[in-house]
């Protein structure tokens, strides 16, 4: 079983829908989540962090279930620009921390 | 403020050949990870430095591949002899905490 899954989709939506995406992990003792953006050729950059609590960035959200060992991200009235993967990040404290990646979500946002 | 470097963009070599990749991470950060991105895949890790030590080697496929990081400061991966099961983007990080700030990659071909 892989560290860290994510359905890669695509996930093709037209624009102004709503959309999420979940990821779930194996390794019960990682700590920190986050979700990275990449854009076609390019480099993955980081999107949000995903708190115990929740939290949201504008039209994203981010939740972590520790008990069910996901993580999700909802995207609200997508954009067009909201195309490219979804890479869900997730690493353990301590010792090498070292972050793990998801394979990412293909999301595409059509007119 | 510089973002992390990597030199060459790309590089296309024959098997057998020789390859070195460079990555200069952003000043003042401690952490360098390499990883490594093979066509529909996740992206792999393949090692941690912090500082000039390597901290975390356990993603480094085999003894073709080797890593340094003189000072601290930047770092290199040689491939030795390289097969064609290298090819993929090899990306460089850096951080300071928690969040990697990318380079933008070296795409290797090997032929």
């Known amino acids: 079983r892989k560290e860290v899954e994510q359905d890669p989709g695509p996930f093709n939506v037209p624009e102004g829908a709503t959309v999420a995406f979940n990821c779930t992990y194996s390794n019960s003792a990682s700590q920190s989540f986050f979700w990275y953006r990449q854009d076609c050729r390019k480099e993955p950059k980081l999107l949000m962090s995903?708190?115990?609590s929740g939290n949201e960035d504008g039209r994203f959200t981010a939740q972590l279930n520790r008990a069910s060992q996901y993580i999700s991200l909802l995207i609200r009235d997508s954009k067009l620009s909201d195309s490219a993967t979804y890479l869900c990040v997730v690493q353990k404290k301590g010792g090498s921390y070292i972050p793990t990646f998801g394979r990412g979500t293909s999301l595409i946002v059509h007119p | 403020e510089a973002g992390v470097t990597q030199f060459p963009s790309h590089s296309v070599i024959e098997k057998g050949q020789t390859v070195t990749l460079r990555c200069d991470p952003i000043s003042g950060h401690d952490n360098l990870y390499w990883y490594r991105r093979v066509m529909g895949k996740e992206i792999k890790f393949l090692l941690h430095?912090?500082?000039?030590?390597?901290?975390?080697e356990s993603g480094m496929p085999n003894n073709r591949f080797l890593a340094e990081r003189t000072g601290g400061t930047y770092s290199t991966l040689k491939v030795q002899p390289a097969e064609l099961e290298d090819s993929g983007v090899y990306f460089c990080a850096s951080s300071y905490g928690e969040k990697l700030f990318f380079g933008s990659g070296t795409q290797l071909s090997v032929l």
């Open positions: 430095f912090v500082k000039e030590s390597k901290q975390d």
């Open positions: 995903v708190y115990s």
